[in-house]
């Protein structure tokens, strides 16, 4: 519970141990996330004038250390620190300003105008990206085999679009495995059944 406005010494435990957890947790919503969902390309992300990634994950990334850093930034200022923002936002870029924001945690939960705001936001960010990391999607074998290799390697993770072959040999000549859409799939697999029928 909080005070006026400052937390109570089992809550800004808690705060400090989301923040902690929060690259942990990052990187693994990241390992069960590492396809690529299907995405309209004119859909922006929170915050952005750019164009959403296909990855939901690694926009979840960029938005929480944009969130982190405006704060760290905010907070140097006031106390007449410097500041060199990390270049890129990405997992080293989440480590280094949890980091440095863990280090000076007391003094943030202790300042009346951060204190609320910036321990409120680490709980919820921590509550929504270890929801996001523990939500696995379901790997679908494909009943086709690879046009390349022509091994059963096919897989779609369970509301994603993006098919790839799992064969890491597949297409070492060629620039690569196979990689394709679902309808592509689809098509291509109605074109075998099509061929299959006329050599009867």
């Not at 435990?13 to 690529?36: E, K, N, P, T």
């Not at 969130?67 to 870029?93: D, F, M, N």
């Not at 321990?119 to 960010?125: E, Q």
């Not at 939500?135 to 086709?144: E, G, K």
Request: include cysteine.
């Amino acid at each position: 519970m909080t005070g006026a406005p400052f937390w109570c010494l089992s809550d800004s435990s808690a705060i400090r141990s989301a923040l902690v957890d929060l690259d942990r947790q990052m990187m693994l919503r990241l390992f069960h996330h590492d396809g690529y969902g299907s995405i309209d390309l004119n859909e922006r992300v929170s915050s952005s004038p750019e164009p959403a990634s296909p990855s939901d994950a690694h926009d979840q990334l960029d938005e929480l250390v944009r969130w982190l850093r405006s704060w760290q930034v905010s907070y140097w200022k006031i106390c007449g620190w410097s500041h060199t923002a990390y270049v890129g936002e990405s997992a080293p870029a989440l480590t280094e300003v949890t980091s440095a924001l863990c280090a000076h945690l007391d003094g943030i939960l202790s300042h009346t105008e951060y204190a609320v705001d910036f321990g409120s936001g680490v709980l919820s960010w921590h509550s929504e990206v270890t929801a996001a990391a523990q939500t696995r999607p379901r790997r679908i074998s494909m009943q086709m085999r690879c046009p390349q290799c022509h091994l059963a390697t096919l897989p779609r993770l369970e509301g994603e679009d993006r098919i790839e072959c799992r064969n890491r040999d597949c297409g070492a000549n060629r620039g690569g495995p196979v990689v394709m859409t679902a309808d592509e799939y689809h098509g291509l697999a109605e074109a075998v059944i099509v061929a299959s029928g006329r050599r009867r």
